[in-house]
């Protein structure tokens, strides 16, 4: 079975470790489109090749990057021609102009198609997106959903197709893991990893851990416009120089970054036109046993499941109580690290993914 699947997000080198899954099962031929970058809020994100083996990496030029409605690949035919797909998956959302690119390709080729949502709002898109959006769900065989809430948008929008629940990525359980050396003294230390962006709700928790005072620290490693507001807010609410803010690292780095935390919380706050769709970063923290905090914005309650603490978003004595938890109990720290880290490797590993997506693979290329 020769699959075709074109990913933006898999410029990120942690990320291709699916794809080498995807190619270690039997009977699957994989090609693997990404652009050579992909431009975010702050910076840009360029191809980091970690995981290569087993598939072929073919790297296209990339037309309107960071722009996700009208983004698409000037030379994506040549991709068909030279792989020749039976199926198509497009990780993409459906009222993407790439999307409809890629399912009209598809099409030409004689291909079954599929594309990825995590979108868990109902939203009305302005024209021509919302036509776009409308043919490709007409015409798409198949959906993946990243989670549960996505499957009702869908069916609200009339997609009566087949819809599959799965991640986007897992992760590598040998990369992500805790560490081998043990932890040298330090403060109790809180932190962060991500997008520096208001709903995100991390004014929450700067006000959580400034009320927990000593020494405790806080660790932000990320980027984006809400940057000098926190410092600012840090100064006032008595965080100080206890507030950490670093720059974002390399996907294969991150354990090093989270090995250096105490806690992992996600603060995220539902807004009208977005709540969180999932919470990479907290399956990432579980599988390198570090105890990790969420609101209950979206799926974030899902993905923790009874693995870790989750608040109600924006209730910051609820989460200062959550860090207070933690902080004063080395072995609840320890037993949320054991928890999270089974977690992560019953339900969250690539391998599984992969063998998902394959599974999906299969049902759609026999779509008559």
């Not at 050579?36 to 083996?53: F, G, I, M």
């Amino acid at each position: 079975m020769r699959v075709l699947l074109i990913s933006k997000a898999m410029v990120v080198g942690a990320y291709q470790r699916k794809a080498e899954e995807l190619a270690k099962l039997p009977g699957v031929q994989l090609t693997l489109v990404v652009p050579p970058y992909w431009d975010e809020e702050t910076r840009r994100v360029h191809l980091e090749r970690a995981y290569t083996a087993g598939y072929e990496l073919l790297v296209q030029p990339l037309a309107f990057s960071g722009r996700f409605h009208v983004h698409f690949y000037p030379r994506l035919g040549q991709a068909f021609s030279g792989s020749r797909p039976e199926v198509v998956h497009a990780d993409e959302e459906p009222y993407n102009l790439a999307t409809l690119q890629m399912l009209l390709l598809a099409r030409q080729a004689g291909a079954r198609s599929l594309f990825f949502t995590w979108q868990n709002l109902y939203r009305r898109y302005p024209f021509p997106f919302r036509a776009v959006e409308a043919y490709n769900l007409a015409h798409f065989d198949l959906a993946v959903a990243g989670n549960a809430e996505a499957v009702a948008v869908l069916r609200r929008k009339g997609f009566r197709k087949e819809v599959a629940v799965i991640p986007q990525f897992g992760v590598d359980p040998e990369l992500f893991r805790p560490p081998e050396a043990a932890v040298e003294p330090r403060p109790f230390t809180v932190g962060y990893l991500g997008r520096l962006v208001e709903q995100k709700g991390l004014a929450d928790l700067v006000r959580a851990v400034a009320a927990l005072g000593g020494e405790t620290r806080l660790v932000l490693v990320g980027a984006g416009p809400l940057e000098a507001e926190l410092r600012a807010l840090a100064a006032q609410v008595g965080l100080g120089e206890r507030l950490v803010v670093r720059a974002p690292v390399p996907s294969i780095t991150v354990p090093e970054a989270l090995w250096q935390l105490d806690a992992l919380v996600l603060p995220s706050r539902t807004r009208p036109n977005w709540k969180e769709q999932f919470g990479r970063i907290l399956v990432e923290a579980m599988a390198c046993g570090v105890p990790v905090v969420g609101s209950d914005s979206g799926e974030i309650p899902n993905v923790i499941g009874d693995a870790g603490l989750v608040f109600p978003e924006g209730d910051v004595t609820a989460l200062y109580r959550c860090l207070e938890r933690l902080r004063g109990s080395a072995e609840e720290r320890s037993r949320l690290a054991g928890l999270g880290r089974r977690r992560a490797l019953a339900q969250f590993t690539h391998a599984q993914v992969a063998a998902r997506y394959a599974e999906v693979y299969r049902q759609v290329a026999r779509c008559t």
